[in-house]
């Protein structure tokens, strides 16, 4: 059981190019989160899917894209990246409906530098 | 958006000092989250809580919600070294659980 998993851990991109964060979870969880994490910021909401088949803006969605694959993964795309979206990316789960209400299982992070 | 405030933002102290972190928001949360992320790390949950005015201990940590469920705050007794983290709070506004609104985070550092 490796409740959540993203790749890459560590990327380092040119601005204007584009790449896709992976997310992996395998606890049956039915939504999904996709946060950025800037000093002094917390953590801060990029998108997020509550179940299969549907996804929802969250406080900061801008620039970003994400796909709910299936019920196991959840992928974040950065169309054309920014010195701005350099930060650490989180995945989170969670067994929405279930207690304790609203815990998510975080994954490592993937730190994205955009130069 | 809703705004959920930490305090203090940084706490450094020695091992076996007390010390109490504080959450605070303008709008009412179903449910509020402490979290703790220790660095290179995911944010890992400490415990929820539900109900105004209740109270949850966790060992040395002691958890208070609110009477009117605007405010949190985390009581760590006579901390250690293996303390030492960030901490989060992260509250309910929907209701249904379906997403967290995090606070600032308080950054913990325990010595010798």
């Known amino acids: 059981n490796a409740g959540v998993t993203q790749t890459p851990k560590f990327q380092v991109l040119k601005t204007g190019q584009s790449m896709t964060l992976q997310c992996a979870q395998d606890?049956?969880?039915?939504?999904m989160y996709w946060y950025r994490q800037d000093p002094g910021m917390g953590l801060r909401l990029i998108y997020y899917s509550a179940s299969e088949g549907t996804t929802d803006k969250g406080e900061v969605p801008n620039g970003y894209n994400v796909s709910r694959l299936n019920k196991r993964e959840f992928s974040l795309r950065l169309e054309s990246a920014a010195p701005s979206q350099t930060s650490v990316y989180f995945c989170?789960?969670?067994?929405?409906?279930?207690?304790?209400?609203?815990?998510?299982?975080f994954g490592p992070g993937t730190r994205l530098t955009v130069t | 958006t809703q705004l959920l405030e930490q305090s203090p933002q940084f706490l450094s102290i020695q091992e076996g000092e007390n010390l109490t972190v504080y959450c605070n928001s303008s709008?009412?949360?179903?449910?509020l989250q402490w979290y703790r992320q220790e660095p290179g790390e995911g944010p890992v949950l400490l415990v929820t809580?539900?109900?105004?005015?209740e109270v949850k201990k966790l060992k040395r940590l002691t958890f208070q919600f609110g009477d009117a469920r605007k405010d949190s705050s985390l009581h760590i007794t006579a901390a250690q070294p293996g303390d030492t983290g960030l901490y989060l709070c992260a509250g309910d506004y929907t209701g249904t659980a379906s997403k967290l609104t995090f606070g600032t985070g308080t950054r913990l550092q325990v010595t010798l």
């Open positions: 606890m049956n969880h039915n939504s």
């Open positions: 709008s009412v949360f179903s449910s």
């Open positions: 809580v539900v109900t105004g005015g």
């Open positions: 989170a789960s969670s067994p929405l409906g279930q207690v304790p209400l609203g815990w998510q299982y």
